[in-house]
């Protein structure tokens, strides 16, 4: 079975920064492409950035693109969201998602219908 677990959410002021992990188990993760979403009550999951399988593509949302930058460690079969200059309205339940990728291509993948296995979210709150 596999498992994802975000870590790193907080608390934190305006204008901080907080790197987010999700670490994935039960499946080989250099296999996987990835990708960050984020949701606040009673809005949609939103797509936030997303790493291809081989590590060499990203691609961001609007919004945070500059601000945050997505990495991975195939060794630690983890996913990194560094959030830098954070603002009150990035505040949100944020979540790693993983799509099994056939071949080592560098595709990203930005629809939440894209991923077949989801973490169960860490919250960041950013206050004014």
């Known amino acids: 079975q596999v498992q994802l677990v975000e870590s790193g959410g907080r608390l934190v002021q305006a204008g901080g920064s907080l790197r987010l992990s999700c670490v994935v188990s039960g499946r080989t993760f250099s296999n996987c492409a990835m990708g960050w979403f984020r949701q606040t009550p009673g809005k949609e999951r939103d797509f936030v950035a997303a790493i291809s399988r081989n590590g060499g593509n990203t691609y961001y949302e609007d919004s945070v693109r500059g601000r945050f930058t997505v990495s991975r460690d195939n060794a630690k079969n983890t996913v990194y969201l560094q959030m830098n200059d954070l603002k009150p309205g990035d505040t949100a339940v944020y979540f790693c998602?993983?799509?099994?990728?056939?071949?080592?291509?560098?595709?990203?993948?930005?629809?939440?219908?894209?991923?077949?296995?989801w973490g169960q979210g860490t919250q960041v709150t950013v206050s004014s």
């Open positions: 998602a993983a799509r099994p990728v056939a071949f080592n291509t560098g595709g990203v993948y930005l629809q939440r219908n894209d991923y077949d296995y």
